[in-house]
């Protein structure tokens, strides 16, 4: 029991996912003397279903995924595997017993508001005792409840879209895995294609056109209405990886990888477009205007928000209802260079 405990404090000191998700599959690996523990993140596109493995516990050590920084997440439909297709389908624990290899698969559905958000699998070479099912449902429960506790703080309570401060920790991540590629670079070469590789990463920011006018002439709780749907176009527009943030008022933010900037901008477009050709209740048509730019190893945070927000006001400034892009419209001699700070202060 003690020991138990001890992996119950372990776990809930954390306050960030992935090491939250790898201490409750560690903790059963350990616990239930599994061969290995598996935990899959379930992923909806339209009418099809498909899994990710995010974490891997096994004698071998452990493996993780941060989805906004590996872009190679392999990623397969949930009737590959029929016992994952059961326990999604039925929501309820699946036991598959494979005859070759002796092995017994335990799938424990993770449910959020009537919906299941992932599947813990549990291999082990033989059933498990009461006692161990008792003690992975345990741990399934600690995580689901904790997970609920980090979605209410990171979530924007109207859109449900990820919030400000989260926007911090998941952009500084990235920053913080370019820099130390870049640190890892050993020979020229390598240093070349890690200095390509920081153009996967982008982040564009949002603005819906003339919302002052929606809410002085519907109402704020028709402009909520205006946001809500809004939120809802941007997730069926982008990929599950991208990430979606709601800064405040009617300003959005997307990070989204991208090997090109014609395939961040049709990305854009489409959205743009989609967004148009919506009719809002009450309110009709409403446009939005984006700006964007390419992440490097070397920017800060405000460097980024401050690139993209230049290009935004760009596309509001001439036209609204269309996307701009910092690198592009600098090229062309559209905007000039931003300054950078000095690095010396004065403080009043």
């Not at 996912?17 to 379930?42: C, D, H, I, M, P």
Request: glycine residues 8%; aromatic residues 8%.
């Amino acid at each position: 029991m003690i020991h138990v405990l001890k992996h119950v404090e372990s776990i809930t000191q954390h306050r960030d996912r992935t090491l939250l998700e790898l201490g409750v599959a560690s903790a059963l690996f350990e616990l239930v003397k599994a061969l290995e523990v598996n935990l899959y993140k379930v992923i909806e596109h339209g009418n099809d279903c498909f899994l990710t493995q995010v974490v891997h516990v096994g004698p071998e050590g452990v493996r993780y995924v941060q989805e906004e920084l590996d872009d190679s997440v392999d990623t397969m439909p949930v009737a590959q595997r029929p016992e994952m297709a059961a326990c999604v389908g039925q929501r309820h624990i699946v036991l598959r017993h494979l005859a070759d290899t002796g092995q017994y698969l335990h799938c424990f559905p993770v449910l959020a508001e009537h919906r299941v958000l992932g599947v813990l699998e549990v291999v082990c070479s033989a059933h498990l005792s009461e006692e161990n099912l008792g003690t992975a449902e345990g741990f399934l429960g600690l995580y689901r409840n904790y997970m609920s506790l980090l979605d209410y703080s990171e979530r924007d309570t109207l859109t449900g879209l990820l919030n400000r401060k989260t926007f911090d920790e998941n952009l500084g991540k990235i920053l913080n895995a370019l820099a130390v590629q870049r640190g890892a670079a050993d020979d020229d070469s390598l240093l070349r294609r890690r200095q390509q590789d920081d153009g996967i990463h982008w982040l564009a920011v949002l603005d819906v056109d003339h919302f002052k006018r929606v809410n002085d002439q519907f109402g704020h709780l028709y402009g909520d209405e205006v946001l809500l749907l809004l939120a809802r176009l941007m997730r069926d527009s982008f990929r599950h990886q991208d990430r979606l943030f709601r800064f405040g008022g009617e300003e959005f933010v997307v990070v989204l990888r991208a090997s090109t900037e014609d395939e961040v901008a049709q990305a854009l477009e489409r959205l743009r477009a989609t967004v148009e050709h919506y009719t809002f209740p009450q309110v009709g048509q409403v446009t939005i205007s984006m700006g964007y730019t390419h992440i490097r190893s070397q920017d800060t945070i405000p460097e980024i928000v401050g690139r993209a927000d230049e290009a935004l006001y760009f596309a509001k400034g001439n036209g609204r209802n269309q996307i701009a892009c910092y690198e592009t419209l600098l090229a062309s001699g559209q905007i000039t260079a931003r300054e950078q700070p000095n690095g010396s202060m004065e403080l009043f």
